[in-house]
Structure formats: C-alpha cells, structure tokens
C-alpha cells in the first residue's frame, strides 16, 4: 500500500538551531513531493516540492529538503530554527497511480522551537 | 489576492441535519478538491473534481456527496451527518495544464462537530 511516514509526533529545537523534520515515503515509481505547513488555526501553506533533477529543493520562509532515492526520504531541514516556525508539517506525495492529483499525507509532526 | 475560501469556518451539528460547506476559488484552477483532517492519520482525500460536471470518489467518501456545477465553486454535502464525520475540512485546488507536479492551494478550513 502506498503511504508516507512522518516517524516524529513532535521535533523540539532551541532558537538557533538547525532543525530536521523526517519524511519517508512507500510508492511505487518516481513521486512528486511536498511539504506543507499548517499554523494554528490556519489553513495549509506550501513550502516546496521536488519534481525532478537536484536533490536538494529550497522553498519559503528558508526551507530546504533534500530528496533521497535510495532511502525514500525527503527530509525537511533549516539551518537556524526560528519561534514562529512553530507549527504543523506535513510531508506529502503525489503517486503516479490512483486518482489525479491525489495527494497522500504523512500524519504530521508538530514543530515546536524555543525561545 | 489568489486564494480559495470556505464557509462556515466551525459548524456544530446534530446527527441526521443535512449540511453543505461551500468551497470557492478565483484562480480558475480545473481541479478541486476535498480532504478531512484528523488526529494521527493525516488529511485524507474525500473527493476530487477534474472539471465541472466531473467528479470522483476519493479514499474516504462515505456519508460524503459533492457536485462541480460551476468551475469556481465545490461544495461538500453531508446528507446525514454522523459523530465520526466529526473533523477538519480542507478544500484544495490546482492547475490541471502543468500537470500533476501543479501545487495545490488549500482552504483556511472548515472545523465540523457532529453532535
């Protein structure tokens, strides 16, 4: 069955530091891969997606992830943490299979960043 | 501004009361889309709409119904609600011409209680 795994319910990280939200994914073929993020109260905002070609994707607010083929992995990383990066991440994965455009969510992993 | 909307934001309910939340977008996106949201497993797709007067079921869509009408708009009806339809609504959107690499847009949210 195709699915996403975001292995972490929370990721605390002092202001400052650098800081890493896992995602791994199960589906078959080549995916395409997002990240959203969902504040409080608010709806989900993209970040970034990779689609093809360099591993290493930047998107808002100072985001980068870093797809990994052989590890199924696409990783969301930044390298000084801020407070009002404290929010809901969600990794997602478009399949090749299935309805159009559907995305398959990760179950989220809250981000909490102290001052 | 470029966003998609819904209506009402919080709904509390009874089991049996019919009930629409409307979803409306204004970037002439082909493709709309329902998900629920709940604790640990993620958003789930409910049901998806290429164009107008075409519709899908997604992998949740029990209790659920929607019709495409108009391209701008896709509401989600729940005929008889139950408790465990009980969750966070989002709406989403996207381009169909770039492919299924488009972003989808989501909705603010739609916070539903079913008494």
């Known amino acids: 069955a195709q699915s996403v795994a975001q292995p972490e319910d929370q990721v605390n990280v002092a202001e400052g530091n650098p800081l890493t939200v896992k995602c791994t994914y199960s589906?078959?073929?080549?995916?395409?891969l997002f990240w959203y993020v969902q504040y409080p109260n608010r709806g989900l905002q993209f970040l970034l997606k990779?689609?093809?070609?360099?591993?290493l994707v930047k998107g808002s607010y100072g985001f980068e992830a870093e797809f990994n083929k052989s590890q199924t992995s696409f990783h969301l990383k930044k390298p000084s943490a801020l407070v009002s990066d404290s929010a809901l991440y969600f990794c997602?994965?478009?399949?090749?299979?299935?309805?159009?455009?559907?995305?398959?969510f990760g179950a989220g992993t809250r981000l909490a960043v102290h001052p | 501004e470029a966003q998609v909307t819904q209506n009402p934001r919080y709904l509390i309910t009874v089991t049996g009361k019919k009930l629409t939340v409307t979803c409306s977008q204004n970037?002439?996106?082909?493709?709309m889309s329902w998900y629920r949201q709940d604790p640990g497993l993620g958003l789930r797709q409910i049901y998806y709409?290429?164009?107008?007067?075409?519709?899908d079921k997604g992998d949740v869509p029990e209790g659920y119904k929607v019709s495409r009408k108009e391209k701008r708009n896709f509401p989600l009806i729940l005929e008889s609600p139950s408790p465990n339809q009980t969750s966070l609504y989002f709406c989403?959107?996207?381009?169909?011409?770039?492919?299924?690499?488009?972003?989808?847009?989501f909705g603010p949210g739609t916070r539903l209680l079913v008494l």
């Open positions: 997602a994965v478009r399949p090749f299979s299935g309805g159009y455009n559907k995305l398959i």
């Open positions: 970037m002439n996106h082909e493709y």
């Open positions: 990779y689609i093809t070609g360099d591993n």
């Open positions: 989403a959107s996207s381009l169909i011409a770039g492919g299924p690499q488009e972003t989808q847009y």
């Open positions: 589906v078959s073929g080549n995916p395409y």
């Open positions: 709409s290429m164009n107008v007067e075409v519709t």
